[in-house]
């Protein structure tokens, strides 16, 4: 018994297409998988920057991002680039409290939004020098 491979044109135009089908094939199958990952974010995200008012960006702001409506929250510190980021927060509103040594601490209010990244700047300033009393008469 011999099999004979066919040099017919309908042979060749099948492997020459082959190659196509495979790539059209795990394209389909990236495009359907990428979809799945984007459903696996359980929230968003805030993103923010911190700096002093003379100084430029503060590293190791203490950053505490609170959930209005839970009261869960959580602390982060900013890096050297005085960035920082809160990642996987459920959608609501939240309060952003950020302070640092002899500086005045800031709140800001920030809604979330699942599949978003709300961004936040917070320029923190030393305090106010203390009021001398009037001299006395």
Not at 49 to 61: D, F, I, Y
Not at 65 to 72: A, I, K, L, R, Y
Not at 102 to 120: D, F, M, N, W, Y
């Amino acid at each position: 018994m011999s099999f004979l491979i066919s040099s017919s044109p309908i042979g060749t135009s099948w492997c020459k297409a082959l190659p196509f089908k495979l790539l059209a094939l795990f394209l389909f199958l990236a495009c359907a998988l990428a979809s799945l990952s984007f459903a696996q974010t359980p929230g968003g995200s805030i993103i923010g920057t911190v700096t002093e008012k003379h100084a430029g960006p503060l590293a190791g702001a203490r950053v505490s991002v609170s959930n209005v409506q839970t009261g869960s929250s959580i602390s982060i510190s900013t890096d050297v680039n005085g960035q920082f980021t809160a990642e996987n927060l459920p959608a609501g509103a939240y309060k952003v409290s950020v302070s640092a040594n002899a500086l005045v601490t800031q709140e800001v209010k920030v809604a979330v939004k699942v599949g978003h990244k709300s961004r936040i700047s917070v320029s923190l300033k030393p305090p106010l020098p203390p009021v001398a009393p009037p001299p006395p008469k």
